[in-house]
């Protein structure tokens, strides 16, 4: 048995070793990219040697997951969102493998140390169970922070089509006004509005392609579902007004709809102590009888 786990662990290091030595071909573009963009050793305008390294670590650590054959494109929206690059989130999945694969080896050893004999398998098993782990929790996380922002550029665009009402009851086109509403609010979620509406206005196109854009980027349907109902008041010659008020009112029903799942979610958690304490009370107070009828049995 543990012959076969030490020819599994030399296969496996053989198999990494031999996938990091095998170049993939890059594609001209990535390629392009990276001999415009700044060297390894050189320092761009108001960075320091820190950023430079870890800039440095976070595109070797990017190379290494590419060269093991994993693939970061379906974390592409995510990272949108999160305003992250490929490089940076592949730097934060080795450093979560490698904390959590050496930390158990670390702690392996210290059990070793205080005399606790543990069998041989799990010297290997342990760490190895520990770098996966750490390797998939970034992604966990990712997700995790991405949907929390999707539901906070929710809110943000609610209060947006607010904004739009109030400019359309002023009389303001129905271009115009998504564009100045972009403009009033702040923060990070009214500035991807403001950048959608400022790529339509410069390629000439209508604010709809700018937020079919900007959902395809970040995916949020609500906003493909804002950028349709834009397109068909426009063609159809329906009143943009009454359009985007239905729209406005609809989302704010989902977040009412959200709030009240995550209060009722959060009732039932609430409630789990209480059970477990009722339980163990009646436990305490039934455990005599019961051992004095066991007994008189």
């Known amino acids: 048995?543990?012959?076969?786990?030490?020819?599994?662990?030399?296969?496996?290091?053989?198999?990494?070793?031999?996938?990091?030595?095998?170049?993939?071909?890059?594609?001209?573009?990535?390629?392009?990219?990276?001999?415009?963009?700044?060297?390894?050793?050189s320092l761009s305008d108001g960075e320091d040697i820190e950023q430079s390294l870890r800039r440095s670590l976070e595109r070797r650590a990017l190379r290494a997951v590419e060269a093991l054959g994993f693939d970061l494109g379906t974390l592409a929206k995510d990272l949108r969102i999160m305003k992250k690059t490929s490089s940076e989130h592949a730097f934060a999945k080795l450093f979560?493998?490698?904390?959590?694969?050496?930390?158990?080896?670390?702690?392996?050893?210290?059990?070793?140390t205080l005399g606790l004999r543990l069998p041989i398998w799990a010297f290997g098993i342990i760490p190895l169970a520990g770098l996966g782990i750490g390797y998939v929790l970034a992604d966990s996380r990712l997700r995790k922070k991405a949907n929390a922002r999707r539901e906070e550029f929710l809110r943000a665009l609610s209060a947006y089509l607010g904004l739009v009402n109030i400019l359309l009851a002023g009389g303001s086109h129905s271009d115009g006004a998504l564009?100045?509403?972009?403009?009033?609010?702040?923060?990070?979620?009214?500035?991807?509005?403001?950048?959608?509406?400022?790529?339509?206005?410069?390629?000439?196109?209508?604010?709809?392609?700018?937020?079919?854009?900007?959902?395809?980027?970040?995916?949020?349907?609500?906003?493909e579902e804002l950028a349709a109902t834009i397109r068909l008041a426009s063609e159809q010659g329906a009143s943009p007004k009454e359009a985007l008020s239905c729209k406005a009112e609809t989302l704010n029903l989902l977040e009412?709809?959200?709030?009240?799942?995550?209060?009722?979610a959060t009732t039932e958690r609430m409630s789990v102590p209480t059970v477990i304490v009722a339980i163990a009370f009646v436990m305490f107070i039934g455990y005599p009888a019961l051992g004095s009828l066991m007994e008189a049995v």
């Open 179 to 223: 564009q100045k509403a972009a403009r009033v609010g702040s923060g990070w979620a009214f500035d991807e509005l403001k950048a959608a509406m400022d790529w339509s206005q410069v390629n000439g196109l209508p604010p709809s392609a700018g937020f079919e854009r900007l959902a395809e980027e970040i995916d949020v349907p609500d906003i």
């Open 96 to 112: 979560g493998a490698l904390a959590l694969g050496g930390g158990s080896a670390v702690m392996l050893a210290a059990f070793q």
């Open 1 to 41: 048995m543990t012959a076969a786990i030490v020819g599994a662990l030399i296969g496996a290091g053989v198999w990494l070793v031999g996938r990091g030595l095998m170049r993939k071909p890059m594609p001209l573009q990535k390629a392009l990219r990276e001999f415009h963009g700044p060297r390894a050793g």
């Open 256 to 264: 009412l709809a959200g709030t009240r799942m995550k209060a009722d």
